[in-house]
């Protein structure tokens, strides 16, 4: 393998794809996808930060936010998971 193609490698994995996962993570979460891509680019273990964070703001196909005690749900789910209250 020439050398030019081992140094495009490790760019694309220790760099491009913890980025790119990073910035997939904070888009569902309601978050700037670009922010975090660079983030994530430059220091790859922040994309375990960036998937258990709670998110900004409704996301719709992600998450939704109970109207009660306004915490966040996923999508799929059918009453809040926190006060009970349905979610519609």
């Known amino acids: 393998m020439p050398t030019n193609m081992m140094e495009w490698g490790f760019v694309v994995v220790f760099f491009l794809l913890p980025g790119t996962i990073g910035a997939w993570i904070a888009h569902t979460k309601g978050r700037n996808p670009f922010l975090w891509f660079l983030l994530n680019a430059l220091f790859a273990?922040?994309?375990?930060?960036?998937?258990?964070?709670?998110?900004?703001?409704?996301?719709?196909?992600?998450?939704?936010?109970?109207?009660k005690c306004s915490e966040f749900s996923k999508w799929r789910e059918t009453s809040c998971r926190f006060c009970g209250t349905g979610l519609s």
Do not use: S
């Not at 900004?56 to 998450?63: A, C, D, I, K, Q």
């Open 45 to 67: 273990p922040t994309v375990m930060i960036t998937a258990f964070q709670r998110p900004l703001r409704p996301v719709e196909g992600h998450y939704r936010q109970c109207p």
